[in-house]
């Protein structure tokens, strides 16, 4: 919605401002205030792959600040400038904060669902792994 509001599209704003609300107060929501942070990076640190420092932070205040709000994480100005701050990190000069035309070109969505991490493909591989394993060999 932060992007939106700099585009002044009050249609999606508030669109986006319905679906954070919706998104605020389902349970999932109320998990993320008991979510133990350190065995999280724990199960995340592995051979490999590994998170950031950077992103480590963003997560820690992104989740501290849902933990700490009571439903006005969509106008606190700490919410908002770490949102912003996170984008001009990763994309610089390519920041719809920053590049006008950037923000121009966006659908309005882009950004806005939440990550699924392709899990869809990984179910439809472990069930056909699982129907492979139950079939009789011929």
Request: hydrophobic share 40%; aromatic share 10%.
């Amino acid at each position: 919605s932060l992007r939106a509001n700099e585009r002044a599209d009050n249609d999606l704003l508030s669109q986006h401002r319905d679906n954070f609300v919706a998104w605020f107060a389902e349970p999932v929501r109320e998990k993320i205030a008991t979510w133990p942070l350190d065995r999280m990076w724990e199960l995340t640190a592995g051979p490999g792959y590994s998170i950031s420092l950077k992103t480590r932070r963003f997560v820690e205040q992104w989740i501290a600040l849902i933990r700490q709000s009571s439903g006005t994480l969509l106008t606190s100005k700490e919410a908002c400038a770490l949102i912003r701050a996170r984008e001009i990190a990763l994309k610089g000069p390519r920041s719809r904060f920053k590049n006008r035309r950037a923000l121009e070109q966006w659908s309005g969505y882009a950004g806005t669902l939440r990550l699924v991490y392709r899990w869809h493909n990984v179910q439809i591989i472990l069930n056909d792994l699982a129907h492979g394993l139950r079939r009789e060999e011929c």
